[in-house]
């Protein structure tokens, strides 16, 4: 009995030894620039943006190994204060090669996928960057225009395409974690033109680690928030704090009974900074007659504050402090500008340089 007990262990043992051999990823990654030499590269949870290992560069390479139960999608990045690499790959059994400079990607199914997907999608907006800063340089003012015209339509082509290219994408890897990363893609690029239920459809037949992900979860609620708070919809009441006396209040504090344009808005964000004009030009115009708010979201209280005074923001300044003001109105993006009626109503969101002024003049009309 004694004997038949030992032989079990061994070969219980043996097993075990095998499966995690069959479980095996080696990633060996290149990173041909001398600057990174002796520097740090990271593996972060491509979904979640959690660290889950790191290594240091030597000779220009790195690699990674470890065993893994289910294909993880993983971003490799560098964390350095200026230049940076990332790129994404799949970790799986096999070994995996990627070029960080050249973005090349191969070694394993999943990745082979996923290089395709990518070389593909940047070839569908290729010379648009170049192209946009270049007319952003001419001077005549109409024939900027012109060009602005042309270039909008290239664009949107471009998105059109990309959205077909990643449905494709999708359908094809909705039953492996690649379906993931492609569904979140698709709802990103469109979350105005995008509805729960057709979430709900496009999740019919895909894996259950799909369709239960965390990712695809907080996707599926951000749709339903922003079905809630969209044009039309009465205005949800969020906690802030009143910048200026660092008072707990509420929004409907600073809204109710009155025609409020509210921009949610970071220190840190170029775009963001970029309206302050046209939301000064607001309240210079029309602030006796409409409660301009700044609702500072995702930043540091000291960069709001330095922010303010930079840019004279003389209105009402507000601050998310529960982190829970984008979640309610399902904002992806900031700067994210919405005009509330003085019944609370939401008469228009995702405003931006003269269609902000537009929408308040029509308010005004109407309210007369």
Not at 205 to 222: L, R
Not at 272 to 278: D, F, K, M, Q, S
Request: include cysteine; charge should be negative; proline fraction near 3%.
């Amino acid at each position: 009995m004694k004997r038949i007990a030992l032989f079990l262990c061994s070969a219980l043992l043996v097993l075990a030894a095998c499966n995690k051999h069959q479980n095996e990823y080696t990633l060996n990654g290149h990173l041909d620039d001398t600057a990174f030499e002796g520097k740090m590269v990271y593996l972060y949870d491509a979904f979640m943006g959690t660290v889950m290992d790191s290594t240091t560069i030597a000779n220009g390479v790195f690699t990674f190994k470890d065993t893994v139960g289910s294909p993880k999608m993983v971003t490799i990045r560098t964390n350095e204060e200026d230049l940076n690499y990332d790129m994404m790959a799949v970790l799986e059994p096999g070994t995996i090669y990627a070029d960080l400079v050249t973005d090349s990607l191969s070694g394993t199914a999943l990745n082979d996928v996923l290089h395709r997907f990518l070389v593909s999608d940047e070839a569908l907006g290729e010379g648009l960057e170049e192209d946009y800063y270049s007319l952003m340089t001419i001077e005549d003012e109409e024939e900027q225009k012109a060009a602005m015209k042309e270039f909008q339509e290239r664009y949107d082509e471009a998105i059109a395409e990309d959205i077909k290219l990643i449905k494709q994408y999708y359908d094809e890897n909705k039953t492996n974690i690649l379906g993931i990363y492609f569904i979140n893609n698709l709802v990103e690029m469109t979350p105005d033109q995008f509805t729960s239920d057709q979430l709900e459809t496009l999740l019919q037949g895909a894996a259950p680690e799909v369709v239960n992900h965390p990712s695809v979860q907080m996707k599926m609620e951000m749709l339903k928030k922003l079905e809630a708070t969209k044009v039309g919809q009465p205005y949800v009441d969020i906690d802030v704090i009143d910048f200026q006396t660092g008072n707990a209040a509420k929004l409907s504090d600073y809204v109710a009974g009155k025609i409020a344009l509210v921009d949610f808005w970071a220190s840190w964000c170029r775009p963001c900074r970029g309206e302050i004009p046209n939301i000064a030009n607001i309240y210079k115009k029309y602030g006796d007659k409409v409660a301009v708010i700044s609702l500072n979201v995702w930043d540091k209280p000291e960069s709001q504050e330095e922010a303010i005074k930079e840019l004279n923001m003389n209105w009402i300044q507000l601050t998310d402090p529960t982190k829970n003001a984008t979640e309610a109105y399902g904002v992806n993006g900031i700067p994210q500008i919405l005009l509330i009626g003085a019944d609370g109503t939401i008469l228009a969101r995702d405003l931006r340089e003269g269609a902000i002024e537009e929408a308040v003049v029509n308010a005004l009309k109407q309210s007369i």
